[in-house]
């Protein structure tokens, strides 16, 4: 073969992995771990030194609960890259997992699980994680739950486990939002045995707060507006709904204590001249 002919091949070659990358890494977004899987085999297959190709094979046989696979193609890359941070971090995290009885799963996810809308989802890196014992088994997908402790929201399993909090500043905004009648569901975007991230969404807001929008957007937005949007009563509305502030939130706590101390105060005993009446 000439030399021509094998720089020919080569480009042949880079182009077909391009274009299986982009589907690999599509896969990977809609959360199809299997086809995920085969489309990196057949990458590695062209270029047998793909370091990306193997991560991204490693990452998948996790999320699908296959230990072993996993830790097949981690290690390959530390054969080619033996610094690779990724690999080392994801091999400390299978040593963990290879003393459990895991089932091999694989989480069906609505594709647009994690679809952003400004205002009403949001992506939260959490703070004090817990112990590495229980972020090692969590998955991309997996829905936790939140939990009110004092002055913090913490993120739990279904089965309660610890796997850390909301920063202080949100952690405040949702515990009052909550009171107020609002709920949101959230869902593990990423995890490693350092880092987890969360994808909060609102699903229902409380009539106290139905004209604010409750996650922050950013510093500079104020105001958005959300067209052909349906509210709580099913019907259409073209109000601007408001980016609800520190002050808004500080009234609204208040507002909610007071209402309590109301509620708390109407069960008191039956006046006495309404029982001479009697």
Not at 185 to 211: D, Y
Not at 247 to 261: G, P, S
Request: proline letters at 3%.
């Amino acid at each position: 073969m000439t030399k021509i002919k094998i720089y020919l091949l080569k480009i042949k070659n880079m182009d077909k992995i391009n274009i299986l990358e982009q589907h690999a890494i599509n896969a990977a977004i809609n959360n199809s771990w299997q086809k995920a899987i085969n489309l990196n085999l057949q990458i590695i297959k062209l270029d047998k030194k793909n370091i990306d190709a193997y991560l991204r094979l490693g990452f998948a046989f996790l999320q699908l609960k296959k230990i072993k696979e996993a830790e097949k193609y981690y290690k390959k890359v530390l054969k080619i890259q033996p610094n690779n941070q990724t690999a080392t971090e994801n091999l400390d995290r299978i040593k963990i997992l290879a003393g459990k009885k895991l089932k091999e799963t694989s989480i069906t996810l609505n594709p647009d699980l994690f679809l952003d809308i400004p205002g009403r989802t949001k992506s939260v890196v959490l703070v004090n994680p817990g112990q590495k014992n229980i972020l090692a088994q969590l998955s991309v997908g997996q829905e936790v739950f939140l939990k009110i402790k004092k002055r913090r929201v913490e993120i739990r399993t279904i089965t309660r486990d610890y796997i850390g909090c909301l920063p202080d500043d949100l952690s405040r905004r949702i515990s009052v939002l909550i009171k107020a009648g609002s709920n949101f569901t959230a869902h593990i975007k990423e995890a490693t045995l350092k880092r987890v991230v969360v994808f909060l969404r609102e699903v229902n807001r409380g009539k106290k707060v139905s004209k604010y929008l409750p996650l922050p957007i950013n510093i500079q937005s104020t105001l958005t507006t959300l067209a052909g949007e349906k509210n709580d009563d099913g019907g259409d509305t073209d109000e601007l709904e408001e980016e609800l502030t520190d002050a808004d939130l500080e009234r609204l706590a208040q507002d909610l204590e007071i209402k309590e101390k109301e509620d708390y105060l109407s069960f008191s005993p039956i006046e006495n001249d309404e029982v001479e009446e009697e």
